[in-house]
């Protein structure tokens, strides 16, 4: 039986997290489509989920390379969106984590910045124009649409910062720890 | 060959993946191999790994190694310039062994 879940993530450690809690009560993610999360019965904490942000589209030959790695380590490739893989390990296998240095793991959130900085100034950018236009023009109806975009770019915000957060404590500890 | 300037520590990573490549392996097993290693201490990342395997490539630290076994799995192997890096780096953490037991000796 095939369960159907709509949901919205940004942070993708929250997405894991959630992936994760629903594999512990037996729900195994099985293909992801934009919004959309389809997940099959399993055993109870059967698999471990793992989000990564590719260099590349999945179908590029690079990544394709990297997937394929990855499949050779029992690490199943589940679905994608966009440049996001979805991943997941039997547990029998032992643990998953796709990062044990704190480089690859801060070369990981600057991809995750990198693809988040466009977003937040473009939503800035149209946010401000629409609002500039509807008050310039007297237009109230386009109000609402610059003020998602500001929220938005407020929020993306937001990520990227808790993200910065993170890799600065990274690059302290790598100071003294590799 | 030429002589290099000082390159530093190789990460912990890196020593063990040399270390694992004495014979010729795939990715799985030098993940496992360096669990077994350090007694489980390290679970070496899949992602970690191919960063490092590829570095390693480019560096032809290792190189790919072709078997006549038909395994889909790709192995990597040691060349000799990984040896030479290996051995220097050897030499390195003994002075840093020499060095912290004198220290340890002078404590008493």
């Not at chain 2, 030098?30 to 990342?45: A, C, F, H, P, V």
Request: charged content about 25%; aromatic content about 12%; proline content about 1%.
């Amino acid at each position: 039986m095939k369960y159907t879940y709509w949901r919205y993530f940004i942070d993708y450690e929250k997405e894991e997290k959630w992936l994760n809690s629903l594999s512990a009560k037996g729900l195994a993610l099985v293909n992801v489509s934009l919004l959309r999360y389809t997940f099959e019965e399993c055993e109870q904490a059967e698999y471990e989920y793992r989000l990564e942000l590719l260099n590349n589209l999945p179908g590029n030959i690079e990544s394709k390379i990297y997937i394929r790695f990855l499949e050779e380590s029992h690490i199943e490739h589940i679905s994608s969106t966009f440049r996001w893989i979805y991943l997941r390990k039997n547990k029998k296998y032992g643990s998953f984590n796709l990062f044990s240095d704190n480089k690859s793991r801060i070369d990981h959130i600057k991809r995750y910045i990198k693809l988040l900085l466009p977003l937040i100034i473009l939503n800035l950018f149209c946010g401000i124009k629409i609002l500039n236009d509807s008050l310039k023009f007297n237009i109230s109806s386009i109000i609402y649409l610059g003020s998602i975009n500001i929220v938005l770019s407020i929020s993306l915000t937001y990520f990227a910062v808790k993200r910065i957060i993170v890799m600065k404590r990274l690059k302290k500890e790598n100071i003294i720890h590799e | 060959m030429l002589e290099r300037k000082s390159q530093g520590a190789l990460t912990e990573s890196v020593f063990y993946i040399l270390l694992s490549l004495k014979d010729p392996l795939h990715g799985y097993g030098i993940m496992q191999n360096i669990s077994k290693l350090s007694n489980g201490r390290i679970e070496m990342g899949a992602g970690t790994l191919y960063g490092a395997i590829n570095t390693l490539l480019s560096r032809r630290w290792i190189t790919p190694y072709e078997d006549n076994e038909k395994s889909r799995k790709k192995k990597y192997v040691l060349t000799e310039i990984g040896i030479e890096e290996l051995k220097r780096e050897i030499i390195r953490l003994e002075e840093l062994i020499e060095n912290g037991k004198t220290f340890l000796g002078e404590l008493k």
